[in-house]
């Protein structure tokens, strides 16, 4: 199902990780719960860490170069050309997918984990200290893989959340002057409020949580059912106009013909106390299920729609996902996918003069599989 993922490795952690030759383990992390109770702030990285890339066969990795340390320091400079010159080696089996200096920068100067540049720091600051350490890289990367000469960077990675440091002025100020940046990228943000963290899957115990599938799992497992194998086809996705924004539903098109259709309800649906995903409410509300209707363009009128269900018990479920009546939860088999015989699946029904409808509950989504001969609508 699906085609191998991309994985992005960095993130806010990137920024503080340096570099140590003699370090046995991949990763010496430490966790100061006074600058964040998330993530650790003080790390550092060995070789081993980097030659990890080659133990996902045919996954391309983005590697996350440290930024905010890596432009003010001697000891972040050194890790800079070190680690581009093991990271290179490492994604030089066909796996690199980009390259990425610093993670959200415009939030360097009022980091709730302490600043890590002044707060005069400017939109031309970052441009010039951008453009040296791509320069550093670069020179590392030709050096050790001539290969992978063809720099393929992703930027600008800010935070849509923070004015700070104008994107506009910083690719005037020639962020890309030398054609190396491949990706734009920018960091939407979430409501994390009510999330038990934020990631897909949680390999060990800690003091916050305890390890195991998380619920974005299971929103990985939709996508890449309803995208496919990309390796085998031409896929695009175009949004769907909805009448609220807690709706979204995107249509999907193999060579120019519709195939699957994902409908999203967002509409919030809690079973537990204050949403926390804890403590049970001693009685639940009713849940509400909403009714959808399309309209496809050049769409045979009888055409039989297969459904896959992304459920949960409500949109504060921490564990009890399911996609399809399969569930990745780490208690049933050790995140092995194991098929439940008590969830509903193989549902489908037909469409009635071109109209697709379609009754989603909220706090869930519907993968809708046009199955007919020959070719979709548009």
């Known amino acids: ?63 996350g170069f440290n930024l905010a340390k890596g432009a003010v320091g001697a000891a972040g400079w050194e890790t800079l050309e070190r680690t581009a010159a093991l990271a290179c080696k490492a994604l030089s089996n066909d796996n690199r997918g980009a390259w990425e200096y610093g993670n959200e920068p415009n939030n360097y100067p009022t980091s709730a984990q302490g600043p890590t540049h002044p707060r005069g720091w400017s939109a031309r600051d970052f441009a010039d200290e951008w453009l040296n350490g791509t320069r550093g890289i670069n020179k590392q990367i030709r050096k050790n893989c001539p290969e992978l000469a063809d720099l393929v960077f992703m930027a600008l990675s800010y935070d849509d959340r923070v004015s700070d440091l104008n994107a506009t002025q910083a690719w005037g100020y020639g962020l890309d002057k030398y054609g190396s940046v491949k990706l734009y990228s920018v960091h939407k943000a979430l409501n994390y409020t009510r999330l038990q963290q934020y990631q897909a899957f949680q390999p060990i115990d800690t003091n916050k949580t305890s390890k195991g599938t998380k619920a974005p799992y299971y929103g990985s497992i939709g996508v890449a059912a309803a995208l496919g194998d990309l390796t085998k086809s031409s896929v695009s996705v175009s ?115 071109g109209v697709i409808t379609v009754m989603v509950p909220d706090s869930s989504a519907t993968l809708l599989h046009l199955e007919q001969d020959g070719d979709g609508g548009s």
């Open 239 to 353: 949004p769907v106009p909805m009448l609220s924004d807690q709706e979204a539903a995107y249509a999907i098109f193999e060579r120019g013909n519709l195939k699957p259709l994902m409908v999203i309800n967002m509409h919030r649906y809690n079973t537990t106390k204050d949403g926390a995903g804890t403590e049970p409410l001693p009685n639940p509300p009713g849940r509400m299920s909403r009714g959808f209707s399309f309209a496809a363009r050049n769409l045979a009128r009888d055409v039989s729609i297969r459904e896959q269900r992304l459920m949960t018990n409500g949109s504060d479920a921490i564990t009890g996902v399911t996609f399809d009546e399969w569930s990745y939860n780490w208690e049933l088999d050790n995140g092995e996918p194991v098929r439940l015989d008590n969830i509903t699946t193989g549902e489908t029904f037909r469409s009635k003069q």
């Open 1 to 63: 199902m699906g085609s191998k993922p991309y994985v992005r490795v960095g993130g806010n952690t990137q920024d503080y990780a340096l570099y140590n030759a003699s370090l046995k383990e991949a990763i010496n992390r430490t966790h100061d719960p006074n600058k964040s109770k998330d993530y650790p702030t003080t790390i550092y990285i060995g070789d081993s860490f980097l030659e990890s890339y080659n133990t996902w066969p045919s996954v391309k990795f983005s590697h």
